[in-house]
């Protein structure tokens, strides 16, 4: 699907590249956020997803929760936020390993056994896919759950990080909303 | 200000006590979340503070940000969410140290210089307000902006934990949504 235009638009207005591959958008999504912006982001994956059976939406703390809540919003489903620290009150909690590359560092992430049943349709949002480390980590929590993944929506792809493909590869649904191609040379180019 | 009843209702019905004076209300508000109830929590939050004058919602990861992006989208103003870690792309950054009893450990905790400057008015937004620590983080950082705080909103306030009183004796308005007086003998009563 082509890329949702008022995000586009903003990305390439109010992005920044940083050497490395890296894109910054933390002025209006994963520091300081638009909160009419992220409704917009929710009620795009609410019409994206509209023919997609799920019963809850999935999500990872911290930036994942904001474009989530709005899709919550938009279609009146609850959502879970995985968290990436076991808090001294969760029992019978799902846990597993995911390195993160932003922060250098293995992380454990884990979710109440509670709220992932197998009877689930989850349908996992994150801000961001780029090499499909957090998927990997949220795909292992959801069968370990024994829930149904019914797809996956970003708010972000950097295409060029491939964290798609296996995801495609298993069959997942997947629906980025801005698609980038490429952050060569600290610029950003979308994909046609 | 009386309890907001909906909200009451949900934690007398949902809410679990721990030994410990903890209350866990993670199938609506903390890793589960009831995305109308936060809607309705945000609407809340919007008239409660209606004549109070504030250009932009503060609050901090994870639990935080849903309930500070319903207010957001209730008023269309910008939130920044405070971080619990310095993501490697994030310069000019302010921080300090907070102890949070719930994970029993010293946390550094950041903001961009970018998005709390001196001219901004800033409502603090937050989930649980229990003996205040995380406030003497938020303000401290505040003040190395040079921004004001306006006031701020908790979902839910521990009263007996005291969290507000260092608030109030500053001279900060509070407003918390539900006020629990105690959670002795694992009963949650709420203030009369």
């Known amino acids: 699907m082509s890329n949702f235009k008022i995000l586009e638009q903003r990305i390439l207005s109010e992005g920044k590249c940083l050497d490395g591959g890296i894109l910054k958008v933390d002025s209006f999504i994963n520091h300081q956020m638009d909160p009419d912006l992220m409704m917009a982001i929710g009620n795009e ?15 990872i703390e911290a ?36 390195h993160s590359f932003t922060k250098n560092a293995d992380v454990n992430i884990c979710v109440s056994k509670e709220f992932l049943k197998p009877t689930d349709r989850v349908l996992v949002i994150d801000d961001f896919l780029a090499v499909g480390n957090t998927t990997r980590g ?34 997942y649904r997947v629906e980025s909303l801005v698609r980038i191609a490429s952050l060569e040379a600290n610029t950003i180019t979308m994909e046609k």
């Open 45 to 59: 994956f609410a019409s994206r997803f509209g023919n997609c059976d799920y019963n809850k939406i999935v999500t």
């Open 63 to 98: 930036s994942g929760i904001a474009p989530a809540i709005a899709l919550g919003i938009a279609t009146h489903k609850p959502v879970v936020f995985i968290k990436k620290k076991k808090p001294s009150t969760m029992q019978n909690m799902l846990s597993t390993v995911v």
């Open 138 to 171: 949220i795909i292992d929590l959801a069968n370990q759950a024994g829930c149904t993944i019914a797809g996956f929506g970003f708010v972000i792809e950097k295409v060029f990080q491939k964290g798609s493909e296996h995801l495609l590869q298993s069959g």
